[in-house]
């Protein structure tokens, strides 16, 4: 039987060890050379979606006569700030930037916390009625939220919280989106034998949740304080059918800009970006612990 021999290789140059190969290198972590076309295209896409940002600073800082030339001015100009005082005669915006941190702030801590104890409930402990519990909660979120606005406003206004901020509150501290999402990442994130080891070692639920489940879980909680907050933020309908004029969200506040036979844009999108900030800022604060969660997640794939 003949044995074939391996071709010979040339000897490494002293001091130096062969390098990995490219497959090798890339599952050890090494770093991927992008080409120009990859470059190119993400540029394009980065301009693309920071060009309605932009264009709402130079509307905000120009007056209504430049909004109307064509083609219409590209550059900042002087009258931010003259807009913002506009902004602040017309409409009570610094109670609505207030009242609209508290709505959107309590709703965010609300949902982060009992979305995340139901969903460690559902992803790890066995009870009876869990699959339905679960079937009941996820289709709660095929049902327009139109249809509950008269039975709700018929409840609050029994309570007497027509126009307080509770009224906007309340009924968001929980949705069945956040319930579903943490019970998906938890199930993916968080192993049986760290429960299992907590167990063994005396840890009651409440132990294990606040000392396990959430340092693990605070990537995907980030995620849904993001978006909670996003939408409590952005939310029109529930807060004008609840709140007056004299208790405005942002986005109610809002629509008493650039009144008038002919509406002021430069005003109102000079409120618009007085509402767009404090959005950033929440991404800006919870932009790592998203990236870290995805990065996790890529890891683990």
Sequence with gaps: MTVLAAPPTEPAAEGTRPGPTRRTRNRAGGTMQ????AYAILIAA????????????VAASRSNADLAKVPPTLLPGSNLFHNFQAVMEEADIGKALLNSFIVSGSITVGTVLCCTLAGFAFAK???RGRGALLAVTVGTMMIPPQLGVIPLFMLIAKLQWVNQLQAVILPGLVSAFGVFF???????????ELIEAARVDGASTARIFWSIVVPI??????????LTFMAAWNDFFWPIVALSSQEPTVQVALRQLGGGYVHDQSVIMAGTLLGTLPVLLVFGLLGRQIVGGIMQGAVKG
């Design 34 to 37: 992008g080409g120009k076309l």
């Design 46 to 57: 980065v301009l693309v979606s920071a060009f309605p940002f932009y264009w709402t600073i």
């Design 125 to 127: 402990l066995r009870f």
């Design 182 to 192: 943490m019970r998906q990442y938890l199930v993916q994130s968080l192993p049986d």
């Design 217 to 226: 879980a605070r990537p995907g909680m980030a995620v849904l304080g993001m």
